[in-house]
Structure formats: C-alpha cells, structure tokens
C-alpha cells in the first residue's frame, strides 16, 4: 500500500508542519542589534493612519513629535522632544505657544531638493495635524483634536485646503507654533506625544501619496531599511540630532533601576543601536520558540508561558534559571478589557419605551451578574489581572480602590431572578451575535462566555459567533453597529483618565471610540463640564459619579486590567515599556557587549 | 458487476480494515447526531488542563471542557463535512462531466473545460481561503469553498469515461432508435460510470476532511462548534506549556480515520478496477 504509506507520512508532516523554529540567519557584521518581538504588525507607517499598538511603535522612531514622555520616570511625566520646552500656556488656557529646536532635519531623501533633507519647521508641524482633517488622507487621529482647536473642523468643512491658514493653528515663524483652544484642553500636550501627532514633511507626502504608509520620510532617530508581513529593519539616522542622554533629566531611579545597568548611558548619544530589528510573530508559541532559541531580544511573555516563567505569583518572581539569563519586570497595563453591549441595538440597548428600556437594562444586568470575573482572570490572565468596577482602571489616579466590587461578583441566581422578574425566558431572550477577530484565544474567550451565560439560563443558539479575519475587520463591524456583544481592550492614549471617561461620552459614538454607543444626557453633562479641568479632587468626584452612571446602567461587563510580564536579555540594557512612552525607548536601547553579530 | 465488487473487497485484508475503521467513525457520527454522544463539547465540566482520569478520558483543556467529548463531535464536524462536499461535489462533477463527454468539442464542453481550467489554475487552498473570506461569517462557507473547488477531478475523470462509453454500440442503438441525448445520458452513460464515481467519492471524502481540519486549523473553517482542526489549533497554544490532550486526541483520530478511508478507497479502486484485477 505505497500511497497510504505515502499519505500517512505527508500528514504527519502536516501536523508536525508548525512545530518547527523559523531559521535563523547570521553573519559576520559587526554590527549593534536589538531584535525586538511583537504580536502583531503594523498596517501603516503612516503617522496619520498609526491606530495600532504596533504602528506606533514603529512610527516614533521613524519620525518625530513634539513632546514625548521621560524615558525612566514612573509615574510619567512629559519631556520636550523637538519642542524646545514646555509650551507657554496663556492665563485663560486658550492659547499654546511651543517653540521648536532648531538644527532638527528630516532625513535624506528624493522627496527633497538635491535629496537632501531640509531643516523641519513649524509649518511641518500645522500641516501634519492638519491631514487629519483631510478626508484624502485616510487619517484616523482627527479625534483627538476635534472641536478643540478653533477653526480646524470649519478648514475640514471648507474643503482641507492646505494653502489656507486655520485660525487656531499657526506657525508664528519657522521655530513658532500657536495653538488656540476653543475651550481649555489640559490633555493637549499629551496627545502631541501621540504618533498621530509625528511630523512629516509635505514634499514627501506630495510625492509619495498612500505609498507613504510603506515609506517614511522622518527626522526620528532611525529610517526604515525593508519591512514586509513578519519583519522589519530599521537602521541608525546618522543625521539624528547629538543630544546627550542625560539620566537625571529623564527621571532615573537608582533605588529600583540600578539592576538594569543604566548608568553606563550617560553622556552617550542616541540612539545607541545600529539597527532595530521588529519581529512581528502572532503566534505566541512560534514567538515564544524563538525567544527561547535567542533569536530575539524582548518578548511580552505569552500568559501560557507564565507558569514556566514566575517562581511565584505574589509577589510576581522571575524563576532563578531565567533570571540568570534575563531581566523581568511586571508591569500593569494601562488600560482595560471590557465587553460592552450594544447600546444602539433596541433589543438590548437604549428603547424608546420606558418599559422595554427597563427590561432592555435587567437583561444586561442579569449578564453582568452571570459573568465569572474570577474565573475569566484565572484562565485567560493568569490571575495576576486586577479587576474593577465601571471605567476608571487601575493605571489612573481616579481609580478608587475601595469601590464597592459587588458589580465584578458572580451570581448567577441573582441573575437569573433578575431575568424572570422582567419577562425574559428562553424563547424571548434575543439571539446576540458575539464578536471577535479571528483566533484560537479569541474564541476560547468567547466559549467561556458562552458557558457564562448558559449557565443563568442564556441558550446556548441564542449566543453566535461572529468571526472576523482580521481586528481591523471587526473593528469596522462593529463601528458600524453590527455587532451586539463587543469584546474588546483599551490602552489608553495619554495618562489621564479623561481618555477613559470619553468612552462613553454620547457625541462619541460609532465610529467614535464610544463603541457601546451609550448615550446618556446626564453622563454627557458632566463630562462636558469636566472636560477643561486638569486632574483634581473636583474632577475626581465627577469622575467617580459618571462611572457610578456606568455601573448602574449594566453598559458593559468591564473590567480587568492586564498585568504584563517583559523579558528581555541579560546583553540588554534597556527598560522596555508598551505603555505611554511606547516605542519611545527603543532611541536609549544599548547592548552590555560592544558588538555583535547582524544579518 | 456490484456483488463481484464486493467479493473481491471482502477479500483484501486491508480493505476490509479500512472499511471497519471508517463504519466505527460513522457510527460515532451517527451517535453523535443523534443526541447519544459528545453532547458536552462545549460545557465546562472540569478544571483546567485536567489530565486523563475516569471522568475525563482525555483529560480537559484551558477552559476545562472534556477532550473526549470534543473529540467525539469532531468526529461529527468531520462526517458532515465528509458527506455534504462529497454528495455534492460528486453530484456536480458527475452531471457537467457527463455533459462534456457527451458534447465533447462542443461549446458545452468548451465552456465547461474553461471553467475547469480556471478554478484549477487557482491554488487550492488560497482559493478555499479567499471564498471562506468573502463569505465570511456563514456557516457554509467552507463547505462552498470546497464543493467549487472538488468537482473539477470529478468531471474530468467522468468526462473521459463518457467518451469512451458513447462509442459503445448500445449507446449507438439508442441513438439510432431517436433516443433524446439526456435520457441516454442519465439512464445509459451515467450509470455505467457508477463504479468510478464510488472511487472518487472515497477519495473526495478524504479530502475533504482533511481540508477541514486545514481550514479550521488556519481560522476559515467551522464557524460554531468544534472540529479536530480547531482541536490542533488550540494545541498549538498549549504542547510548550507541556499539555497534550488536544494534539494527541484530534491528531490520533484524524490520523487513524484518514489511513482507514485510504485503505478503504485503495481496495476499492483495486475491486472495482478489473484490469487490475487481471494483472
């Protein structure tokens, strides 16, 4: 029997087909590497269309913008980046005066005159936020300056004509930016640390067009040297600008930073690698493998690998075997998971009748009472997540952490009273679609919410599936209403907890980031009138009501804040972050051994 | 010709292990179906990654449902979509091969011979992919995907067969006596091509199985519920943190079913094929 032998041995090599490393090549250059992992891939490099994680890791280093966070210091404080200081800041909060550096240069390229690259100017600056509000661009960070800044939105309306002056938005002079605020807006230097907000210069987007996305043209301290579906080099900008790095300044800490080898970097001038190797590997076991095998410098350990990881859970210890070879650090994600409900969709959501809107909401409470926050951070976080009440995570000081916890408790038969009591049963219970990208975890997680609400009497038809290949797919499903059940995760832009609270400020809703589409007058109220205030006991207190609104309402089953674990090799000095400074750091990334080898 | 077909399959050893093998999975299939076994598959009935014991036979996974149980309805998943491409796709390819042998060099079968050509030239799999994705979201999906792209063997070896079987002398008859062409067709031709469309249906079946657990391996596959592709998938997440029950159990099934419809479909093409038997 020759062929079945034959098909026998080809399906065994299609099992075992996933299993192996990928290879790893070498040679001889002497070169400064840092070879970093990440579980998913940028789409664009364009700063406008830089919506994910994994973009604006990217981005910040190709380009530059005008503040960005300090490097070391926790909580985190902002720091100048081709600003030349802190902006000035009129008495009534209106008006913004940042003045630049001089000396900055976009790197080399044919976009420019001779290819050389010109010094960046303030009117790069107006004319990069201003694509964000030219519907040819494709940007997506518009939101963040949206009615904010007097005239930008009438320029968007008019016709986004570059060529005329926004009223709000000006360039005094080539080092001279004003910004004037419709209202104050103390979040706004914060959202200038965005990648959304990199500078790019118009003779490159004149030329480039969309291709720009896959052709950067920056003045950040690296430039793009190939990039496809699962990698990317980026290699030193020798004309970067020579600022010497400065420990103290970029908030040091000698009691808890001293195991990482920092100080050597003092003096030195970034960035300190030769090149940036990005590694975009989805799998968490393939990531995983070639971690292991020393083909990576850094991974976000996947949690399947926690066990094998930590010694201990409380506190967090690194295993003494990987600790010989790695730095740790746990480090508390800032931001949430959450499922939210539809709030447009009538069957479940806001009802023009009182009584359905009554039911509408016992329903939702009931599916918040059936959901096992226990058992959900145990399986999928490794119970080392913490879970909260409402919005406001853990990462911002509103947090209160003596809430009442009582909305995060399982009870199924309260549930299921609160069901019988409003008329729902199985055969009126509606049919909600579930939705998620696709993979395996996605739809564990999905399984065992199903098995949640089963569990309070949810049929197990009535809760469906409904898959999507990619997140960008889903994310636009469910912009556009599609989707009952939103599962989804938040990491908040700036640290401020405004950026929380706007999650469900009514004038956000799809396409906005108010995807459970809450509109509730009240909340909107008190978000508006909070909404120029800088953190305070006041907006604390408002803060803690318009979550309490939330809550009462059953508006999503929320939440969990991940704890999340880094390593990264011994040969590597750095303190990684995936939070507020993002790829930020990887400028102060050095190797402990002056060399090594590069492909 | 089908009672001798069947003798001579009684007689091969092999054949005969296939064929129990495939009969033991179609009965758990059926069991399944019918409400009798792995009704479980998606109830949280243990703690996680559980190893073996006397209420988990293959242990649970991540979330704590019964590997056994999963294994079972994969079992099902795997059958039903053994036996709707396979109907289907044999019934298509059988019908436009007919068609084609029969107005061989006709623009019939000149368009029938283009389509074929172009559904073939696309790589499978990119070609299940890019249906399973414009469909996405529909349960059928999948099961498109795989029919469009099955019945082209099908044809082609039906379509061969009919022009031999047109040049016989009883087809000439019932030519001469005013016969209408489809009538000839269904009645004459295609029954005659019985033989070889068991064969590729065999073969189909294998395929397409196998192509399922593909597909749901790469996240085109079953939409809701549970097969052995989705079983490997998550095994894929859980053999570096030293737990094996999804690999071994869907991996084990998957292998023994494939080998037993091989042998099956082996012996098969040896009974019906008299020459060669001769030989």
Redesign the interface.
Known sequence: MPNTIKIAMLLGLLLLGGCGDPPATQNDVPVKTYKHAMDGAPGSLDPAQSASLYANFMVVNLYDTLYRYKYLARPYQLQPNVAAGLPEISDDGLRITIRLKPGVYFMDDPAFAQGVGRELHAHDFVYSIKRHFDPASRAQGAWLWQNRIEGLDDWKVAGSDYDTEVEGLRALDDYTIQITLIQPFPQLIHTLTQAYAAIVPREAVEKYGQMLSSHPVGSGPFRLDSRNDTRAVLVKNPDFRKEPFDLEDEGYDPASQADLGLHVLQGKIPPFVDRLEFEFITEDAARWNAFSAGELDFIKVPVSQFDHVLSTRSPLKLSPQLGERYHFEASPESGFIYTNFNMADERLGHHPDPHQASRNRALRCAMVKAFDWEKRNEIFFYNIGRVFPGALAPAVPEYDPDADISYNRRDVQGAIELLQANGWNENTLPTLDYGFPNSVTERQIFEQFRNFMMDAGYPSSKIRPMIFATYGDYQRAYSQGKVALINSSWTMDYPDAENLMQLYYGPNASPGSNSANYDNPDYNRLYEASAAMSESPERTAIYRQMNQMLIDDCVSINGISRTLLFLWDRNIIMKPDRSFLGGYFMRFVDLAEPSRAAP | MMNDTWQRLKSDR?GMGGLMVVAAFAFIAICVWSGLLGQGW???SGN?WESASASHWFGTN??G?DIFQRTLFGTATAFEVGLIVTLCSTILGALLGALSGWYSNGWLDEVILWIKGVLDSIPFYLFAAAIA?AL??NTWAMHVAMIVTFWTTTARIIRGEVIRIKQREYIEAAQAIGLPDLLIIFRHVLPNTFHILLVQASIVFVAAI?TEV?LSFL??GI??GVSWG?M???S??????GHFGNFIAA?SF??IL??GF??LA?SLQDAVDTRRVIQ
């Open positions: 092999y998606s109830e949280v996680r991540l979330l449902q994705y996405q979201g196998n593909i996240g085109l939409q809701d989705l490997l998938a998550e894929s997440q859980e053999v570096l943190a991996g998957l292998f494939l080998m091989n042998l082996d």
